[in-house]
């Protein structure tokens, strides 16, 4: 790790790791919402938008065009004390991300046009905030904590009327003032040469000059509040949800590593103080948790939570006041302090699988206070004392210093409606970084150019024996796969159960998440305390699902995970309490679903797509069915699927195979073989026209859901579909032609895609194009879909997008194999789809040999765009 300062005041700092053939290239700018003035709220955001709208040299969508063509993937993201950029590339490529940001720095254009089009974009990406209920929470305790004129008085996103109003004088203005060499920070991480990126910074960033202007500093942003402060907001939905917030101190405080250890004592997993006493025992709550958000000047702890049916805000606090009195007047136990020690230990390990990940936060920290905080940070929380953490509960969890917003129904008696019944998917508060893009459409292609683009041949030659994996199969059927992976003392651990949705009867919808979430409650040796006490206790992870489990810990501790993985699928009791806790749980997740537009619309599109296929339902099942599942049903549908012969076990990490031999007969070899039903099979219709359905909901935006029934993954076209997607509808940035004309060019929404190949399973999925915009907006949208479907069915694609989707499929094929999770996942789908064990040196050749003719004829043969089914919820349009 070494920082260098350049004599135009540019710092840069690097990282070696040579693991895997990547880099992860970040510039951070030190400015954000809080250096925002009256007037200009947003205009950090904006600005962050416009760089890529190009410069004189890379004209408009020619970051993005680079960047893809060359297997890379790029991102952006604003919050109140920075603005960063970050590309990720494979290490023969990444230099390109210098020449981009040294250009961008001091040559954006400001064309009028562009700036109105993202206004366009960024006003819907601000009404989205405006529909979540929690997003109406958040932006109601900043304000409420932060008065205004304080700089974190307003979203980061900016007020409505002043993103509506911001100028392209006042936008080029604070570029000319922040952006520049001594106001910004280089971090690059990955595989590397630290005297070859110091020379290359320096040829590309060495003659730009520091800012002409003096760069203000934030104004003062400590809060001396001195009364409790207390919201209520109403809201249309039957959930009560809470959200505190403590002013605390910032990163360079020496409190930090206390308050750090009480946000992992208060809500880190299942044993953690809060989720204890409010969800398992008392059952206040079917959701609760605590962040501490450190910012420059100050800092945040934010507690959150979702009440359970029947129980009021005045019982929640109550028992919280207990809790947080109970920090203040008696010291942690030993073994809770060294819980906290070992996940931070474990997570520190874990956080290092990634480039991405450590180049974050050292420009994080870089940003805050200094990047040395990395480094130190587990040195220091292995010193913290319980009376440090006493200590810190006393001085900053007071009354007067917090701040609560309530958001409850509307109508008090609808809380009360529909079951009489509880989710952990209810959303915690995280971060309010605001992304250019959303990240979930960032990530690179998940099947695992021409040739010359192939990204770190040598790192996928097939005579390397870096991806040979090892396969045998138990006398009860179990497959299990096993690949050495050294890089890193951890091992992951994943068993894939061929069970799911397409196995339940009509009258039990809801009965596999049901099942694979209570798995982990209660087993015949240990209860859900004891499994979740002993995973956490050593900093490992244990996660549950419908279709099997997963684990991940340091390879010190392979023994306690493979105990408790094989424990969990194999005798699991189904204990009548946790069933009806998590039941209700269920139910109120349900409730939650059936109040987001979104989630209203796609589970209504599915509806119409599969007919009477067990896909047609949400995968949650629907309130009427899960009221009604008991443990019996449970316990047949677990003892039909979860056997050995109907399940793959994949285990990636830093042991010996003899050794991974030997534990794995050790605990899986008295798991009982029994034959598997056969699934019935489903014709499935296909529309006549546009059949169209809308669900009125009064929120800001309409969610548009377009399409029809797609492929699976084992039909031979399945290649070129897949290529097809990155040219019609999620291509990096906005490369694909939906995103560019929808989003970038007609700025009609922040989130839009379109593909068919992400769905496919071994049942088929579905064709599926999306966008989130104003109801005056979305018959353009409509017929913007329908435009590009009808362009892609009739006239071949040009040898300049075929080329771009292709070199990006093969040179971001890499990122799919950087963590021992990744890899355990590939190594699944080898086997479920039968890929075969060369498939990893295959794919990029199977993507090189795709012609446009072959686009022309799948997008003829399973792309229609004259019957499809249109589903769509929010305002009426």
Same mark, same amino acid.
């Given at each position: 790790m070494k920082k260098t300062i350049f004599d135009n005041g540019l710092t840069l700092l690097t990282v070696e790791a040579h693991d895997v053939p990547i880099v992860t290239a970040t510039i951070w700018y030190r400015v954000g919402s809080a250096n925002e003035t009256a007037g200009q709220t947003g205009i950090s955001h904006f600005l962050e938008h416009l760089m890529f709208k190009g410069t004189p040299t890379y004209g408009k969508g020619m970051i993005d065009f680079l960047t893809a063509s060359n297997g890379g993937y790029n991102n952006a993201g604003t919050i109140f004390d920075y603005t960063m950029y970050y590309f990720n590339f494979s290490s023969d490529r990444w230099e390109l991300a210098l020449q981009i940001e040294a250009d961008r720095m001091k040559n954006c254009l400001f064309d009028p046009d562009e700036i109105e089009a993202e206004r366009g974009v960024i006003l819907e990406e601000l009404k989205q905030q405006i529909d979540s209920p929690w997003g109406q929470l958040a932006m109601q305790l900043e304000s409420t904590m932060f008065p205004a004129p304080h700089p974190n008085h307003h979203p980061v996103i900016g007020w409505q009327a002043d993103v509506e109003s911001i100028s392209r004088d006042q936008l080029a203005r604070y570029y000319q003032t922040f952006y520049a060499p001594n106001n910004a920070v280089l971090v690059i991480v990955g595989d590397i040469n630290t005297t070859s990126v110091i020379k290359a910074v320096h040829q590309h960033f060495g003659h730009l000059r520091p800012s002409a202007f003096t760069i203000p500093a934030q104004p003062p942003a400590i809060v001396k509040q001195e009364q409790e402060q207390r919201m209520t907001l109403y809201q249309d939905s039957s959930v009560k949800r809470l959200q505190i917030g403590y002013h605390t101190v910032n990163l360079a405080h020496p409190d930090t590593y206390a308050l750090d250890a009480i946000d992992y004592l208060f809500s880190h997993g299942k044993t953690s103080r809060l989720h204890q006493r409010f969800v398992e025992n008392e059952q206040l709550a079917v959701f609760t948790d605590t962040f501490y958000h450190t910012r420059k000047q100050s800092g945040v702890f934010y507690f959150t939570a979702a009440l359970r049916r029947g129980r009021t805000p005045e019982e929640f606090e109550r028992a919280l006041e207990e809790e947080i009195t109970t920090l203040q007047t008696e010291l942690i136990s030993e073994e809770e302090l060294q819980k906290v020690k070992n996940i931070v230990a474990a997570e520190f390990v874990f956080d290092k699988e990634t480039t991405a990940g450590l180049a974050h936060a050292l420009g994080e920290y870089e940003m805050l206070d200094t990047y040395e905080f990395f480094s130190h940070y587990p040195q220091r929380m292995e010193m913290l004392t319980a009376e440090a953490i006493r200590e810190a509960a006393r001085k900053y969890f007071v009354n007067a210093r917090r701040t609560l917003v309530w958001g409850l129904p509307q109508d008090p008696e609808r809380e009360e409606q529909d079951f009489d019944e509880e989710d952990a998917s209810l959303p915690p508060m995280t971060s309010d970084m605001v992304f250019r893009t959303p990240e979930e459409q960032l990530q690179p292609p998940k099947v695992a150019s021409n040739n010359h683009n192939h990204a770190s041949p040598e790192f996928f030659s097939a005579d390397s024996r870096r991806f040979r994996h090892h396969r045998w199969v138990l006398p009860n059927g179990l497959i299990v796969l096993f690949l050495e992976h050294h890089l890193l003392p951890i091992v992951s651990m994943e068993a894939f159960v061929d069970a799911g949705q397409k196995n339940e009867a009509e009258e039990q919808a809801g009965i596999a998440v049901l099942t694979g979430q209570l798995l982990e409650e209660g087993t015949a040796t240990r209860s859900a305390f004891d499994i979740a006490s002993a995973i956490e206790s050593v900093g490992g992870s244990l996660d549950a699902q419908s279709q099997g489990v997963a684990v991940q810990v340091l390879s010190k501790d392979l023994g306690l995970g493979m105990d408790l993985l094989s424990d969990v699928l194999m005798r699991p009791i189904f204990d009548e309490r946790q069933m009806?806790?998590?039941?209700?749980?269920?139910? %109120?997740?349900?409730?939650?679903?059936?109040?987001?537009?979104?989630?209203?619309?796609?589970?209504?599109?599915?509806?119409?797509?599969?007919?009477?296929?067990?896909?047609?339902?949400?995968?949650?099942?629907?309130?009427?069915?899960?009221?009604?599942?008991?443990?019996?049903?449970?316990?047949?549908?677990?003892?039909?699927?979860?056997?050995?012969?109907?399940?793959?076990?994949?285990?990636?990490?830093?042991?010996?195979?003899?050794?991974?031999?030997?534990?794995?007969?050790?605990?899986?070899?008295?798991?009982?073989?029994?034959?598997?039903?056969?699934?019935?099979?489903?014709?499935?219709?296909?529309?006549?026209?546009?059949?169209?359905?809308?669900?009125?909901?009064?929120?800001?935006?309409?969610?548009?859901?377009?399409?029809?029934?797609?492929?699976?993954?084992?039909?031979?076209?399945?290649?070129?579909?897949?290529?097809?997607?990155?040219?019609?509808?999620?291509?990096?940035?906005?490369?694909?032609? %939906?995103?560019?004309?929808?989003?970038?060019?007609?700025?009609?929404?922040?989130?839009?895609?379109?593909? %068919?190949?992400?769905?496919?399973?071994?049942?088929?999925?579905?064709?599926?194009?999306?966008?989130?915009?104003?109801?005056?907006?979305?018959?353009?949208?409509?017929?913007?879909?329908?435009?590009?479907?009808?362009?892609?069915?009739?006239?071949?694609?040009?040898?300049?997008?075929?080329?771009?989707?292709?070199?990006?499929?093969?040179?971001?094929?890499?990122?799919?194999?950087?963590?021992?999770?990744?890899?355990?996942?590939?190594?699944?789908?080898?086997?479920?789809?039968?890929?075969?064990?060369?498939?990893?040196?295959?794919?990029?050749?199977?993507?090189?040999?795709?012609?446009?003719?072959?686009?022309?004829?799948?997008?003829?043969?399973?792309?229609?765009?004259?019957?499809?089914?249109?589903?769509?919820?929010?305002?009426?349009?």
């Open positions: 009806k806790k998590k039941r209700h749980q269920i139910l %109120i997740s349900i409730e939650e679903d059936d109040e987001n537009p979104s989630t209203i619309a796609f589970n209504l599109f599915r509806d119409m797509v599969y007919g009477a296929h067990p896909y047609h339902r949400p995968r949650k099942g629907y309130k009427h069915s899960v009221r009604k599942l008991r443990r019996e049903a449970l316990m047949k549908y677990y003892q039909t699927y979860f056997r050995p012969n109907n399940t793959i076990l994949s285990i990636v990490g830093d042991v010996e195979p003899a050794r991974i031999r030997e534990t794995v007969e050790r605990y899986f070899a008295e798991w009982q073989a029994q034959p598997i039903p056969i699934q019935p099979s489903f014709e499935i219709p296909r529309p006549t026209g546009c059949v169209r359905k809308h669900i009125l909901k009064e929120k800001e935006q309409v969610h548009v859901y377009l399409g029809h029934l797609g492929v699976t993954r084992t039909n031979p076209d399945f290649y070129p579909l897949f290529v097809m997607d990155h040219i019609l509808g999620v291509g990096p940035g906005f490369t694909d032609r %939906i995103s560019r004309k929808l989003r970038d060019e007609m700025g009609l929404a922040y989130s839009v895609s379109a593909n %068919i190949s992400g769905s496919a399973e071994k049942e088929p999925g579905m064709f599926l194009a999306y966008i989130g915009t104003s109801p005056e907006n979305a018959p353009r949208a409509v017929e913007g879909f329908v435009r590009e479907i009808r362009a892609i069915r009739r006239e071949l694609v040009s040898a300049e997008e075929l080329e771009l989707a292709q070199n990006y499929i093969t040179g971001s094929y890499v990122f799919n194999f950087e963590t021992s999770t990744q890899l355990a996942r590939y190594l699944i789908n080898v086997e479920r789809y039968q890929l075969g064990e060369d498939f990893i040196w295959r794919f990029p050749d199977i993507v090189d040999q795709i012609s446009a003719e072959d686009i022309l004829r799948v997008a003829q043969r399973y792309l229609d765009e004259n019957n499809y089914y249109l589903a769509s919820a929010g305002k009426a349009w």
